[in-house]
């Protein structure tokens, strides 16, 4: 009777290719959780780049078309924008939070109505209508910079607008506040800034 060799894979062999399948596991691994990281910080800058847009676009419209006065400056604690009807009120450097806010956290970051006499003694806080008021800030953002500068009929808007928490933030109530270069968490963390030149219409 004929014996037959059987080969097998020794230990080392399978303690050999149990390591590098270990190591494209944890390559496979590592990408993926870079590219999650990755696909969450492009979302909030593209939240924070429609939120400038979407507020410099606004108050464009309102100084161009308002056909009224345009007033802007700080109001007590806060800022202000008149024109024409349309009036806002804001606060710089504080995030947004809905539901309980602590620390430089606040429940109004940027709001806007609209008024029959806009001026600047009738815009407070307290002359605000909560029923038709409209908060222009997403949950979780602030508004680090919106200041108007003046020459004759042409109006320049900055708007400069910051998502994440304090600790992500480099000067986080100041208007160069900047996301933390190598820190974990930093993938919740976007800012956009937005230069606009408008010209009054009416």
């Known amino acids: 009777m004929k014996k037959t060799n059987q080969y097998g894979f020794t230990l080392i062999e399978l303690m050999i290719a149990t390591t590098v399948f270990s190591v494209f596991l944890l390559l496979i691994t590592f990408m993926t959780i870079r590219i999650g990281k990755l696909f969450q910080k492009g979302v909030i800058v593209s939240r924070t780049q429609e939120t400038a847009r979407t507020i410099s676009s606004e108050i464009s419209r309102a100084i161009q078309f308002s056909g009224g006065d345009v007033a802007f400056g700080p109001s007590g604690t806060n800022y202000f924008i008149c024109a024409g009807s349309q009036r806002y009120m804001y606060t710089l450097g504080h995030q947004l939070f809905d539901s309980a806010p602590t620390g ?99």
């Open 104 to 202: 430089t956290q606040v429940s109004h970051v940027l709001i806007s109505d609209t008024s029959p006499a806009c001026s600047t003694t009738a815009v407070n806080m307290a002359a605000f209508n909560p029923a038709t008021q409209r908060e222009l800030i997403p949950n979780r953002t602030r508004l680090s910079n919106l200041t108007i500068q003046q020459a004759g009929k042409m109006y320049t808007i900055t708007v400069r607008v910051v998502y994440g928490d304090d600790d992500l933030l480099n000067n986080p109530q100041a208007i160069n506040a900047t996301c933390k270069g190598n820190q974990v968490g930093t993938e919740y963390c976007g800012m956009s800034e937005l230069i606009t030149t408008v010209q009054k219409r009416l």
